[in-house]
């Protein structure tokens, strides 16, 4: 990682400069959207500060022992909390385990830098375990909470931390950035959106295919809209995707949705090529259904983004129901 991200560059001449003036913070929490780069930063950031000759940009130089015990995956003043798999906690005891390294002398008189990814997976009692440590920190400890998602985060540790956003800013740079790796015959704006201005997330989702999500799950409403398909297909069909991922590409269509029953020739839409499948496909729709159909994506995203054991078929299913019901009600409303 020897390239400062475009959009990173504000936020990393802010904190250069704090640390070139002796006024590092002891604890940051870093925020932005997903695919924005938070681990990147924070990874970057680490390796600077524990780096024995850093570049004059603040990297580091890639070459010194320091260096070298970071890229094998070990540096004694480095400490990285994070859940045992995806979508579980972050537990006390890890924390406890961060609380004490940090506590302890440098090995290589450097900061001792632990780093929370993500933050916000830290249940209740490992949150509230770190409020002293952030409170009354260590000689020469450094903290880097990292979280697409801080309102999850308790006030207390919030307010403990200085907040450093990450926002792909400005747009054009980001755009140009995000073309110079991309091939036609894709459109990097469009592909932005899609990521929810994550460009990390826009490469990752090109890479993977997953740029076609939003037109299969458009077949798939319109299956449900037709009666080709029943809701209990389609939400296994869902599950098999990645709940999370389809809950998300679909309040970003719903999004959509929304705009066009406002008006006809909207200013923006996420899904621009979809312009004509979502008009055809909200036709039979009042604004208010389609203004339901979020909230209730919105609920359902929040217990996906959450750490606690959600039956995700169900919660798909409920959406794919309520898109059946929808269809039945206007048909008899037509009757």
Not at 269 to 284: C, D, E, F, G, Y
Not at 322 to 329: L, N, P
């Amino acid at each position: 990682m020897t390239e400062i991200l475009p959009w990173h560059k504000g936020a990393w001449e802010t904190l250069l400069e704090a640390r070139r003036a002796g006024r590092f913070p002891h604890a940051l929490l870093l925020t932005g959207p997903k695919g924005i780069g938070l681990g990147q930063f924070s990874r970057q950031l680490a390796a600077g500060l524990l780096c024995r000759e850093p570049l004059a940009n603040g990297l580091a130089c890639h070459a010194c022992k320091a260096c070298r015990l970071i890229e094998a995956g070990y540096h004694p003043d480095l400490f990285i909390a994070m859940p045992e798999a995806e979508g579980k906690p972050i537990k006390i005891d890890q924390i406890r385990e961060l609380i004490e390294f940090v506590s302890l002398k440098s090995q290589y008189e450097r900061d001792k830098i632990g780093i929370i990814d993500p933050a916000d997976a830290m249940n209740r009692n490992a949150a509230n375990s770190l409020l002293k440590t952030l409170e009354e920190p260590p000689p020469s400890s450094r903290m880097l909470l990292l979280s697409h998602r801080p309102s999850f985060l308790p006030v207390t540790v919030r307010s403990r931390c200085q907040r450093v956003d990450l926002i792909a800013s400005p747009r054009s740079e980001v755009i140009a950035w995000l073309a110079s790796r991309m091939k036609a015959p894709h459109e990097p704006e469009d592909l932005l959106s899609l990521a929810g201005n994550g460009p990390l997330g826009a490469l990752r989702m090109l890479e993977e295919g997953a740029y076609t999500l939003p037109q299969a799950l458009l077949d798939d409403l319109e299956a449900l809209s037709l009666k080709r398909s029943d809701p209990v297909t389609i939400a296994q069909k869902w599950l098999s995707i990645g709940p999370a991922e389809v809950i998300g590409c679909l309040m970003r269509l719903t999004v959509d949705m929304a705009r066009l029953k406002l008006t006809a020739d909207p200013p923006s839409l996420t899904n621009k090529s979809a312009r004509n499948r979502l008009k055809v496909l909200i036709k039979p729709l009042d604004l208010t259904q389609v203004l339901d159909c979020y909230e209730r994506l919105s609920q359902h995203h929040v217990l996906l983004s959450g750490y606690s054991n959600v039956n995700a078929q169900s919660l798909l299913e409920d959406v794919t129901i309520q898109w059946a019901e929808y269809r039945d009600t206007n048909e008899r409303s037509i009757l």
